[in-house]
């Protein structure tokens, strides 16, 4: 700010002739839509005349404030909230400058004042306002020459470097300047005089002005770009397909920041003050989130004490004591990408109030002694720190952490073959394939390479009758057309190379493949090869995004606040927690794409976004490089895997009714679900002619109707053809069946993917016997798949232990750091609005997989040893309701609920409280006759079964009343109200909370979740109506079952140290069985014990052997009644089955 050197005889002389009248009209502001008229009436000419009339001695000067800026800015309506208050200064005056005095008037003519805010906006002549500076020499508030550098964001971006404020990493593309503008565009990235950015990036306008900022996006994320604008109504970006940069123009290009969806803007009041606000980013999906009166919603945060220093250095080194700026919250650091200059908070009036108190006494602790006027700097401070308390005995939710599988896809298919050609180990040494001894491809470039090479080697082979190449001829054809199908442009099921949806595996075998199967050639040659994979297809549907979606919408109503419209407005429940960062969410997939667009679409529902999948998947959710905590492997089978398969494989292979001995080997663990299976089956070969000969008759059905002219160009669901769909079913039963006339057990999972497909999303063909063929390939599924995760205890926690040990780390590490991280995202004190605990926040953390993650941190869960079921009857029941459920159906969560009593000591086992929740995902396609009876949703226990009284039940908590808790007695009891029911459009899912009689004696009520399809029954028959695309249906998803309501945080986490650190044995077991691919040293970096998980931060995670199993399933559970349960006893949580007790 610049001090004023007018003399006071001079100022009093012409203060008290020509302070005008004015008033603060009603003009629309850009973004506030109804101003409020405001007359602001200053003592009049006349009442200061007969003042100094009556008392000449008395007379004291006036401070006059003027206001110099374009009159949409000056008459807003904060502008007016202002200076309303600003004029409550005894001493204080305001003129507001016309904006044709502005704009028409030489400065000599402009009105005088003592300070002047004037700040620049379109239309604004800066250089005028300048000029009357050096002419008047006022008192600024905000310096005018430093705002032409905030009208260009190189200068902007320049001076934040110089104060050392961190920036995302930038390169600025000079076109005015052709010596220093380089600019190299790849499919994936951008290079800027030398500097690379990988997509995701961002291109910004130099010119602070234009607000039109794109960003980019990957391939593997879909590619395009949001384009994001000055908010025009409810939109302020919008999503295109276009993925190549601007030619023209000057830009700067900066490193995407993954904010989870929301900016923060910080306004300054001087260097010590900072209002701070979050709303959703524009770039999300490009709908402005507007509250009744047509303003955009924003919620008031607190900022960390490093974001203060930020505030105060932006505001110094830019001289504007008003002052906006953007910060990104990213991987646990603060960057700052853009800063506004002027600018004030759009509707808040404690902002107000603080913004007038602290602009005035700063004018008159300037002012006030050059004009004599009697003024005391006040005693209280400007900006009072309020600390944030915890009250109540209610219980607060502290850590939601769910794992989910994907949702519905279409079928996976996949080709196996042995290579030894130069060009596929050229092309493993070229992506560095040695490193690990294992190779994705997934980007267009690599495997428009691969298909360059089955080109070639197939020229030869037509060339050469005895040539050398040892590619089989019938495989390098399947593989040419797989990806020839996938370059195409048109848009089949499979797409072109959008790189979400096929891959291409190769896996380096020191001595040959072991053996050989169904797939290869019976002759094997010694010496090196590679193991090529071909996976195509398991493409996430239309179906699976709206069960994604609604489950995300559902999923709310486990939060506070969060139940009736469960979908409702963006200030209730979750969607308030999450805005004002009291919610710690993060969003973790593998790299599959369908896992990746399940979570996408969740976030979706969850936070009630709009618009494409592909920006909400680039800025909510993690992928990359995590190190094995989501993916793995499923074509290395650790030792024990092989030998279950082999096991496996021999007992299906009898062709004799299954003996009293077959069950015990099959079903050592007595699980209903495997035994009802089994009965069904009796004869597994029989069983097999039978699949066999129906597959043939569909085949042969589909190639009729490829004859028949009028069905020819048919268009299936989601665009397959009927070429594609016999291309399927004619590898399966070339697959199936083997050359010495057994059966490929392996293939049972992809049948039943395939008919399941069908059986809901192309009932319209109306095929015969596709019923029997569903029913008897989902009995052998229902054997094949679970059991390929371990027949025997011993076996399920070994195998378990490979896949999930990660994930088991990395969810101890969530519970631990819960309770221990009181230092981030805290809600503003003033804004808090009824919340009980506005200091403290909820953890969230979702983790999308396969199924192989799910079959095995379930199987840990069943038969780790967690809970003892002799002397916990709720475990007991819930081991049986899990051995009821014969598959995990797509959308399956396991989800973990933390609370806390914040009465309790924290050392007392009742300070925390943990449950588990279980949902078997999709319904099935067939009757829900045989279903198996759950508990319900937090069911009521046998000890609080008398509590009536209910004072948690989540059903009460409305928009804005106090986000309540739990009481604090042992178990939880839930009581509900009438369902809730709603119908959204056709196909979506419902959410229904309806009240169920109890089995027990005592009367007890239940929450129940019920997503059901509005088509009211999922059989499989032709479905009349509107479906996804005319032909298909969105199955409904299971509610989630209640497994525990009352473990202790020490219990569960005994358990998750016990279980990871007995891990060790089968890591060893696992090096060893792969000890023959690579050399040890591959090994060692491939599987090491302490790699840090690099995704967050410092969540750290360890990383197991990769491996994964993934095939398709179907749920069995049902609508139940709570039944009583009790807690454990504190002497027997642990004391069950040890880890590697075998079944």
Same mark, same amino acid.
């Given at each position: 700010?610049?001090?004023?050197?007018?003399?006071?005889?001079?100022?009093?002389?012409?203060?008290?002739? +020509?302070?005008?009248?004015?008033?603060?009209?009603? =003009?629309?502001? /850009? #973004? @506030? &839509? %109804?101003?409020?008229?405001?007359? $602001? +009436?200053?003592?009049?000419?006349?009442?200061?005349? =007969?003042?100094? /009339? #009556? @008392? &000449? %001695?008395?007379?004291?000067?006036? $401070?006059?404030?003027?206001?110099?800026?374009?009159?949409?800015?000056?008459?807003?309506?904060?502008?007016?909230?202002?200076?309303?208050?600003?004029?409550?200064?005894?001493?204080?005056?305001?003129?507001?400058?016309?904006?044709?005095?502005?704009?028409?008037?030489?400065?000599?003519?402009?009105?005088?004042?003592?300070?002047?805010?004037?700040?620049?906006?379109?239309?604004?002549?800066?250089?005028?306002?300048?000029?009357?500076?050096?002419?008047?020499?006022?008192?600024?508030?905000?310096?005018?020459?430093?705002?032409?550098?905030?009208?260009?964001?190189?200068?902007?971006?320049?001076?934040?470097?110089?104060?050392?404020?961190?920036?995302?990493?930038?390169?600025?593309?000079?076109?005015?300047?052709?010596?220093?503008?380089?600019?190299?565009?790849?499919?994936?990235?951008?290079?800027?005089?030398?500097?690379?950015?990988?997509?995701?990036?961002?291109?910004?306008?130099?010119?602070?002005?234009?607000?039109?900022?794109?960003?980019?996006?990957?391939?593997?994320?879909?590619?395009?770009?949001?384009?994001?604008?000055?908010?025009?109504?409810?939109?302020?970006?919008?999503?295109?397909?276009?993925?190549?940069?601007?030619?023209?123009?000057?830009?700067?290009?900066?490193?995407?920041?993954?904010?989870?969806?929301?900016?923060?803007?910080?306004?300054?009041?001087?260097?010590?003050?900072?209002?701070?606000?979050?709303?959703?980013?524009?770039?999300?999906?490009?709908?402005?989130?507007?509250?009744?009166?047509?303003?955009?919603?924003?919620?008031?945060?607190?900022?960390?004490?490093?974001?203060?220093?930020?505030?105060?250095?932006?505001?110094?080194?830019?001289?504007?004591?008003?002052?906006?700026?953007?910060?990104?919250?990213?991987?646990?650091?603060?960057?700052?990408?853009?800063?506004?200059?002027?600018?004030?908070?759009?509707?808040?009036?404690?902002?107000?109030?603080?913004?007038?108190?602290?602009?005035?006494?700063?004018?008159?602790?300037?002012?006030?002694?050059?004009?004599?006027?009697?003024?005391?700097?006040?005693?209280?401070?400007?900006?009072?720190?309020?600390?944030?308390?915890?009250?109540?005995?209610?219980?607060?939710?502290?850590?939601?952490?769910?794992?989910?599988?994907?949702?519905?896809?279409?079928?996976?298919?996949?080709?196996?073959?042995?290579?030894?050609?130069?060009?596929?180990?050229?092309?493993?040494?070229?992506?560095?394939?040695?490193?690990?001894?294992?190779?994705?491809?997934?980007?267009?470039?690599?495997?428009?390479?691969?298909?360059?090479?089955?080109?070639?080697?197939?020229?030869?082979?037509?060339?050469?009758?005895?040539?050398?190449?040892?590619?089989?001829?019938?495989?390098?054809?399947?593989?040419?057309?797989?990806?020839?199908?996938?370059?195409?442009?048109?848009?089949?099921?499979?797409?072109?190379?959008?790189?979400?949806?096929?891959?291409?595996?190769?896996?380096?075998?020191?001595?040959?493949?072991?053996?050989?199967?169904?797939?290869?050639?019976?002759?094997?040659?010694?010496?090196?090869?590679?193991?090529?994979?071909?996976?195509?297809?398991?493409?996430?549907?239309?179906?699976?995004?709206?069960?994604?979606?609604?489950?995300?919408?559902?999923?709310?109503?486990?939060?506070?606040?969060?139940?009736?419209?469960?979908?409702?407005?963006?200030?209730?429940?979750?969607?308030?927690?999450?805005?004002?960062?009291?919610?710690?969410?993060?969003?973790?997939?593998?790299?599959?794409?369908?896992?990746?667009?399940?979570?996408?679409?969740?976030?979706?529902?969850?936070?009630?976004?709009?618009?494409?999948?592909?920006?909400?998947?680039?800025?909510?959710?993690?992928?990359?490089?995590?190190?094995?905590?989501?993916?793995?492997?499923?074509?290395?089978?650790?030792?024990?895997?092989?030998?279950?398969?082999?096991?496996?494989?021999?007992?299906?292979?009898?062709?004799?009714?299954?003996?009293?001995?077959?069950?015990?080997?099959?079903?050592?663990?007595?699980?209903?679900?495997?035994?009802?299976?089994?009965?069904?089956?009796?004869?597994?070969?029989?069983?097999?002619?039978?699949?066999?000969?129906?597959?043939?008759?569909?085949?042969?059905?589909?190639?009729?109707?490829?004859?028949?002219?009028?069905?020819?160009?048919?268009?299936?669901?989601?665009?397959?053809?009927?070429?594609?769909?016999?291309?399927?079913?004619?590898?399966?039963?070339?697959?199936?069946?083997?050359?010495?006339?057994?059966?490929?057990?392996?293939?049972?999972?992809?049948?039943?993917?395939?008919?399941?497909?069908?059986?809901?999303?192309?009932?319209?063909?109306?095929?015969?016997?596709?019923?029997?063929?569903?029913?008897?390939?989902?009995?052998?599924?229902?054997?094949?798949?679970?059991?390929?995760?371990?027949?025997?205890?011993?076996?399920?926690?070994?195998?378990?232990?490979?896949?999930?040990?990660?994930?088991?780390?990395?969810?101890?590490?969530?519970?631990?750091?819960?309770?221990?991280?009181?230092?981030?995202?805290?809600?503003?004190?003033?804004?808090?609005?009824?919340?009980?605990?506005?200091?403290?926040?909820?953890?969230?953390?979702?983790?999308?997989?396969?199924?192989?993650?799910?079959?095995?941190?379930?199987?840990?869960?069943?038969?780790?040893?967690?809970?003892?079921?002799?002397?916990?009857?709720?475990?007991?029941?819930?081991?049986?309701?899990?051995?009821?459920?014969?598959?995990?159906?797509?959308?399956?969560?396991?989800?973990?609920?933390?609370?806390?009593?914040?009465?309790?000591?924290?050392?007392?086992?009742?300070?925390?409280?943990?449950?588990?929740?279980?949902?078997?995902?999709?319904?099935?396609?067939?009757?829900?006759?045989?279903?198996?009876?759950?508990?319900?949703?937090?069911?009521?226990?046998?000890?609080?079964?008398?509590?009536?009284?209910?004072?948690?039940?989540?059903?009460?908590?409305?928009?804005?009343?106090?986000?309540?808790?739990?009481?604090?007695?042992?178990?939880?009891?839930?009581?509900?109200?009438?369902?809730?029911?709603?119908?959204?459009?056709?196909?979506?899912?419902?959410?229904?909370?309806?009240?169920?009689?109890?089995?027990?004696?005592?009367?007890?009520?239940?929450?129940?979740?019920?997503?059901?399809?509005?088509?009211?029954?999922?059989?499989?028959?032709?479905?009349?109506?509107?479906?996804?695309?005319?032909?298909?249906?969105?199955?409904?998803?299971?509610?989630?079952?209640?497994?525990?309501?009352?473990?202790?945080?020490?219990?569960?986490?005994?358990?998750?140290?016990?279980?990871?650190?007995?891990?060790?044995?089968?890591?060893?077991?696992?090096?060893?069985?792969?000890?023959?691919?690579?050399?040890?040293?591959?090994?060692?970096?491939?599987?090491?014990?302490?790699?840090?998980?690099?995704?967050?931060?410092?969540?750290?995670?360890?990383?197991?052997?990769?491996?994964?199993?993934?095939?398709?399933?179907?749920?069995?559970?049902?609508?139940?009644?709570?039944?009583?349960?009790?807690?454990?006893?504190?002497?027997?949580?642990?004391?069950?089955?040890?880890?590697?007790?075998?079944?």
């Amino acid at each position: 700010m610049s001090g004023s050197s007018d003399g006071p005889e001079d100022k009093q002389e012409w203060r008290h002739k +020509d302070i005008p009248r004015f008033v603060v009209g009603c =003009e629309e502001d /850009e #973004e @506030d &839509d %109804d101003m409020d008229q405001v007359e $602001i +009436d200053m003592k009049s000419d006349n009442s200061r005349e =007969e003042d100094m /009339e #009556e @008392d &000449d %001695d008395s007379l004291r000067g006036q $401070i006059v404030v003027g206001i110099c800026s374009m009159m949409k800015k000056s008459k807003s309506k904060p502008m007016t909230q202002i200076l309303e208050r600003l004029c409550k200064f005894e001493y204080i005056d305001v003129v507001i400058f016309s904006e044709e005095v502005i704009l028409e008037e030489p400065v000599e003519k402009w009105p005088h004042c003592d300070c002047l805010i004037s700040f620049h906006s379109r239309g604004f002549p800066l250089d005028k306002a300048v000029e009357y500076a050096k002419l008047r020499n006022p008192l600024l508030i905000n310096d005018l020459n430093m705002q032409y550098f905030i009208q260009d964001r190189r200068e902007v971006y320049r001076i934040l470097k110089e104060e050392f404020i961190e920036l995302p990493r930038y390169a600025v593309l000079n076109r005015d300047h052709p010596e220093e503008c380089n600019l190299v565009e790849g499919e994936d990235h951008v290079e800027v005089n030398g500097e690379v950015f990988p997509k995701p990036f961002v291109e910004k306008p130099v010119c602070a002005e234009d607000h039109n900022v794109y960003i980019y996006y990957p391939t593997s994320a879909g590619g395009g770009s949001q384009r994001l604008f000055r908010k025009i109504g409810s939109r302020s970006s919008v999503y295109s397909p276009e993925s190549s940069v601007r030619q023209t123009g000057s830009y700067i290009y900066e490193e995407f920041m993954p904010t989870d969806g929301t900016d923060v803007k910080v306004y300054t009041v001087g260097p010590d003050y900072a209002h701070a606000e979050a709303r959703k980013s524009p770039a999300l999906d490009g709908k402005v989130e507007r509250d009744s009166e047509g303003k955009e919603i924003r919620y008031p945060v607190m900022l960390t004490a490093f974001e203060k220093l930020v505030a105060r250095k932006v505001c110094l080194a830019f001289k504007q004591t008003v002052c906006g700026f953007d910060l990104l919250r990213a991987n646990g650091h603060s960057f700052v990408c853009d800063v506004n200059g002027f600018s004030f908070v759009k509707s808040s009036m404690k902002y107000y109030d603080d913004c007038a108190k602290i602009l005035g006494n700063m004018i008159m602790r300037e002012l006030a002694p050059k004009y004599s006027i009697p003024w005391s700097i006040p005693i209280e401070d400007e900006d009072i720190p309020i600390v944030p308390t915890t009250s109540g005995t209610m219980m607060e939710l502290r850590c939601v952490i769910a794992i989910i599988r994907h949702g519905d896809r279409t079928p996976k298919q996949k080709m196996k073959m042995e290579v030894r050609h130069h060009l596929f180990f050229e092309l493993f040494d070229k992506y560095g394939g040695y490193k690990t001894g294992k190779l994705k491809l997934k980007k267009p470039k690599q495997l428009q390479e691969v298909l360059d090479i089955a080109r070639q080697l197939l020229v030869e082979l037509g060339q050469h009758t005895d040539c050398e190449i040892e590619e089989k001829k019938s495989k390098l054809e399947q593989l040419k057309t797989v990806l020839e199908m996938e370059s195409s442009l048109n848009d089949t099921q499979y797409g072109h190379f959008s790189g979400i949806n096929r891959k291409v595996q190769l896996t380096y075998m020191r001595k040959g493949k072991p053996k050989t199967s169904s797939e290869e050639e019976d002759c094997k040659k010694d010496g090196p090869s590679l193991l090529l994979i071909l996976k195509w297809g398991g493409e996430l549907t239309p179906a699976g995004r709206v069960q994604a979606e609604e489950l995300g919408r559902a999923f709310r109503c486990m939060y506070p606040g969060g139940q009736g419209d469960f979908a409702g407005f963006p200030g209730c429940g979750l969607l308030r927690l999450h805005s004002t960062y009291r919610h710690d969410l993060k969003i973790y997939a593998s790299d599959e794409g369908r896992v990746q667009m399940t979570a996408a679409a969740f976030a979706k529902g969850l936070l009630a976004l709009e618009g494409e999948l592909t920006p909400i998947l680039v800025q909510m959710v993690k992928s990359a490089n995590m190190n094995g905590l989501l993916d793995s492997d499923s074509d290395s089978l650790t030792d024990c895997q092989q030998k279950v398969k082999a096991r496996l494989h021999e007992i299906m292979q009898k062709d004799q009714e299954f003996m009293q001995e077959d069950y015990h080997k099959l079903a050592p663990t007595g699980s209903p679900s495997l035994v009802n299976s089994m009965n069904i089956i009796e004869n597994p070969v029989k069983t097999c002619d039978k699949v066999y000969t129906l597959i043939q008759s569909l085949t042969s059905q589909i190639r009729k109707r490829l004859e028949d002219p009028k069905s020819a160009d048919l268009q299936l669901y989601h665009s397959e053809t009927l070429e594609l769909m016999l291309q399927r079913w004619s590898k399966l039963e070339r697959d199936f069946r083997m050359k010495n006339g057994r059966y490929d057990i392996s293939k049972i999972p992809d049948i039943y993917d395939c008919i399941k497909y069908d059986s809901q999303h192309n009932a319209s063909l109306s095929l015969e016997d596709t019923m029997e063929l569903f029913r008897l390939s989902r009995a052998l599924a229902d054997i094949v798949i679970p059991q390929e995760y371990g027949i025997s205890k011993a076996e399920k926690l070994d195998i378990a232990q490979a896949y999930c040990v990660p994930l088991m780390k990395k969810i101890q590490l969530d519970l631990k750091r819960t309770h221990e991280d009181e230092a981030v995202n805290k809600l503003h004190p003033q804004y808090s609005r009824g919340v009980m605990s506005p200091g403290r926040h909820v953890r969230t953390r979702l983790y999308f997989t396969s199924e192989s993650h799910v079959h095995s941190l379930l199987n840990m869960f069943r038969y780790g040893g967690l809970l003892n079921e002799e002397n916990d009857q709720q475990w007991k029941q819930a081991m049986e309701y899990l051995s009821a459920v014969n598959e995990l159906n797509y959308m399956t969560q396991i989800v973990i609920m933390l609370y806390e009593d914040n009465n309790k000591d924290l050392t007392s086992d009742e300070r925390f409280h943990v449950e588990f929740h279980f949902s078997p995902g999709v319904k099935g396609c067939d009757d829900e006759e045989n279903v198996p009876l759950g508990f319900g949703f937090r069911p009521a226990s046998s000890e609080n079964e008398d509590k009536k009284t209910n004072q948690g039940s989540l059903e009460c908590l409305s928009e804005d009343q106090t986000d309540r808790a739990l009481l604090v007695s042992d178990p939880i009891n839930i009581q509900r109200k009438s369902p809730v029911i709603r119908n959204r459009k056709t196909g979506s899912m419902e959410v229904l909370s309806e009240t169920t009689p109890n089995h027990s004696s005592k009367g007890g009520t239940s929450q129940r979740f019920l997503q059901s399809c509005s088509r009211q029954s999922p059989e499989i028959k032709p479905t009349g109506g509107l479906g996804f695309e005319g032909c298909s249906m969105v199955p409904s998803i299971y509610p989630l079952e209640t497994l525990h309501n009352s473990l202790s945080l020490r219990q569960v986490e005994e358990f998750l140290s016990r279980v990871c650190e007995s891990s060790s044995e089968a890591h060893v077991k696992t090096m060893k069985a792969l000890s023959g691919l690579f050399d040890s040293q591959s090994q060692s970096s491939l599987y090491s014990m302490h790699h840090p998980l690099s995704t967050s931060g410092s969540e750290a995670s360890l990383r197991p052997p990769s491996q994964t199993v993934c095939h398709g399933s179907v749920p069995s559970s049902t609508v139940s009644s709570a039944g009583p349960s009790s807690p454990p006893s504190p002497n027997t949580e642990t004391s069950g089955q040890n880890f590697g007790v075998s079944g």
